[in-house]
C-alpha cells in the first residue's frame, strides 16, 4: 500500500462514517439543529462539500461540482454560534455534490507524485507542514464533523450506530 494509498482510504473511509451517521434521516431530521447554537446535518454535509471543492480547487483540479445555487457563502465556516439553519435544499442533492467531492478529491490523491506529498501543503490545514499532511487533516475533518452529527442522531432519538 503506498502513501497515496493510505490517503485516499482516509477520504473513503472518513465518507463512509459520515455516510453511517445520515443516511437514515429524513428531510425534516436533516434540518434539525440539536441544540440553539449547533449545525444542522444539512449544514455539515453543504460545508464538507464546499471544503472538499475549494480543496480540490487549490490543488489545480479544474471543473469541480458545484454547490447547489446560492449556499456558498452558506456553508463557510464562521467561528460563530450557528443561527437558525434553514433554506438548505434537498439534503440528497448535498450529499450528492460531498460524494462526487469527495470521488474526485480521492482520483486527485491517487494521482499526485509519490514525491510531491512531502512538498509544502497547498491549502490551510492546521498542524500540517507538509502536503500529505495537509491532505491528510482534510480526512479528519470529515471524521470531526461526522462525529458531532452523532449528537444529531442522539438529539433526534436515534440509537448510536457506531
Same mark, same amino acid.
Given at each position: +500500500? ?5 490517503? *485516499?482510504?482516509?477520504?473513503? &473511509? ?6 453511517? +451517521? ?13 441544540? !440553539?447554537? *449547533? ?9 464538507? *462539500?464546499?471544503?472538499? %471543492?475549494?480543496? =480540490?480547487?487549490? +490543488?489545480?483540479?479544474?471543473?469541480? !461540482? ?5 449556499? #456558498? /457563502? ?15 435544499? /434537498? ?8 460524494? *462526487?467531492? =469527495? #470521488? %474526485?478529491?480521492?482520483? +486527485?490523491? %491517487?494521482?499526485? !507524485? ?6 509544502? !501543503? ?7 507542514? &507538509?502536503?500529505? #499532511? ?14 458531532? =452529527?452523532? &449528537? ?11
Amino acid at each position: +500500500m503506498t502513501p497515496n494509498d493510505l490517503l *485516499a482510504n482516509a477520504y473513503t &473511509t472518513a465518507q463512509k462514517l459520515l455516510h453511517v +451517521m445520515i443516511d437514515d434521516l429524513t428531510p425534516e431530521e436533516f434540518s434539525r439543529q440539536p441544540v !440553539p447554537g *449547533a449545525n444542522c446535518a444539512a449544514w455539515v454535509v453543504g460545508h464538507l *462539500a464546499l471544503t472538499l %471543492r475549494n480543496g =480540490l480547487r487549490r +490543488m489545480g483540479e479544474a471543473d469541480v !461540482p458545484d454547490l447547489p445555487a446560492g449556499l #456558498e /457563502d452558506q456553508f463557510k465556516a464562521t467561528r460563530q454560534v450557528a443561527g437558525q439553519q434553514t433554506g438548505y435544499g /434537498d439534503a440528497k442533492a448535498l450529499v450528492a455534490v460531498f460524494d *462526487a467531492c =469527495l #470521488e %474526485r478529491f480521492v482520483q +486527485m490523491v %491517487r494521482g499526485l !507524485p509519490a514525491a510531491s506529498l512531502a512538498g509544502p !501543503p497547498d491549502f490551510r490545514g492546521p498542524f500540517a507542514t &507538509t502536503r500529505a #499532511e495537509a491532505i491528510q487533516f482534510r480526512a479528519l475533518h470529515i471524521a470531526l464533523h461526522a462525529g458531532q =452529527l452523532s &449528537t444529531v442522531r442522539r438529539s433526534l432519538g436515534k440509537p448510536p450506530v457506531l
